[in-house]
């Protein structure tokens, strides 16, 4: 199960991929830790370029839809896998941390139980509350040293977009001047909410619309050239002239146009919550420049072999980088409720490349431990075929 492909491999955007799985690791472990720009709690330029990797994975998902299926089998395909592995991650990773910390002598006694803090992570944090609230503002902050969670809310929000998706996607992709009115609609319908209610509502669905309207935009682009023209990157003039409209856009709602905008707290920049739109724009013009840079870089020998590999372990990194960087500093800081990571920029760089390693080297091992075991299956039923 991975963020995109559901039939064949396109290695350039898995390439891209590990570059962006890479942009957020290094976002939640050492520049989220270095504090926000402004007084607002907006993350800063670093930040909001890196993490548009996070939208162009909805993006990519939406990019691998094939029509044609029932509502009900793309929810049992897509969703419903998503949605167990959502559940049995934040349960399983919050238990053995918090049976660690325990072990290695940490006072959790002072936190919210261990039930309390899965179940809020579940339904998401400061539910029902006004996000304009010093209520909900006291909610958002880390409820406890064993939290691993940081990156839940995204699945939440991809198995929320995925269902009204699912609903529209087949009837609106037959005319791309529909599609982009249903993107403009979906990416309103969240602002108008965020705006004028601001109630956190239970999974992130107030941005289950803004997230449909996502998929939707990938789903359109993977009916144009777009798959042609990465391949070819170099060789073909359109991939410049995406590199270049895209990295002048970017620049434009980076530095002139800033959206500020931070999903997990609600806080959408001084523009409102109709910053969702420059938020959109902004996302999309640092991801698709993101791509070009990175068809160029991994053409440097062992770079692509490396992103690749982390492209296709997308999910493990995902869901595991918090978790083994908290296994591994544990027994030698404190680790409180105002950092994930209280360490200095150049530990929490080392620890980035000690955690991607770990994780890609327990992935290789399981694979290769699931070889092991089908192949001795499939011996054990030849023989037991042979034998009758």
Request: aromatic content about 14%.
């Amino acid at each position: 199960m991975e963020f995109g492909h559901e039939e064949g491999r396109f290695r350039e955007l898995d390439m891209y991929k590990g570059f962006a799985i890479l942009g957020v690791i290094v976002s939640h472990m050492v520049l989220l830790q270095m504090g926000a720009d402004d007084t607002t709690g907006s993350p800063n330029t670093i930040i909001q370029f890196m993490y548009s990797g996070l939208i162009m994975f909805i993006v990519i998902s939406g990019f691998f839809y094939r029509p044609g299926r029932s509502y009900l089998e793309n929810v049992k395909k897509r969703v419903v896998p998503f949605l167990l592995i959502f559940i049995a991650a934040t349960v399983i990773l919050t238990v053995i941390m918090f049976g660690y910390m325990v072990i290695i002598g940490y006072d959790l006694s002072q936190f919210h139980s261990l039930g309390e803090v899965i179940w809020n992570v579940i339904t998401s944090k400061g539910v029902f509350l006004d996000w304009t609230t010093d209520a909900y503002l006291a909610e958002k902050v880390i409820l406890a040293p064993f939290e691993v969670t940081i990156m839940m809310y995204y699945l939440l929000l991809l198995i929320m977009s995925y269902l009204i998706f699912f609903a529209i996607a087949d009837k609106v992709l037959k005319n791309w001047k529909i599609t982009v009115i249903a993107i403009l609609i979906l990416f309103g319908i969240s602002s108008v909410y965020c705006e004028y209610v601001h109630i956190m509502l239970p999974f992130y669905m107030h941005l289950a619309p803004m997230g449909a309207g996502f998929l939707l935009t990938g789903a359109l682009v993977a009916k144009t050239d777009f798959r042609t023209i990465l391949t070819d990157n170099i060789h073909d003039r359109r991939f410049w002239i995406i590199m270049a409209v895209s990295l002048a856009i970017g620049a434009i709602f980076l530095f002139v146009f800033p959206a500020n905008v931070e999903l997990t707290t609600n806080i959408f920049g001084k523009y409102g919550a109709f910053n969702i739109y420059t938020y959109a724009i902004k996302s999309l013009a640092c991801g698709f420049f993101q791509i070009t840079i990175v068809a160029i870089i991994t053409k440097i020998p062992g770079v692509s072999h490396l992103f690749t590999a982390m492209g296709r372990n997308i999910l493990y990194l995902f869901l595991l980088h918090m978790f083994i960087g908290k296994l591994i500093i544990a027994p030698f800081v404190t680790i409180g409720v105002d950092k994930w990571i209280p360490l200095s920029m150049v530990p929490s760089l080392i620890l980035v490349v000690g955690t991607i390693a770990t994780i890609l080297v327990m992935s290789a091992i399981y694979v290769r431990l699931k070889e092991k075991m089908n192949k001795t299956t499939c011996e054990g039923v030849n023989q037991s075929t042979g034998s009758e």
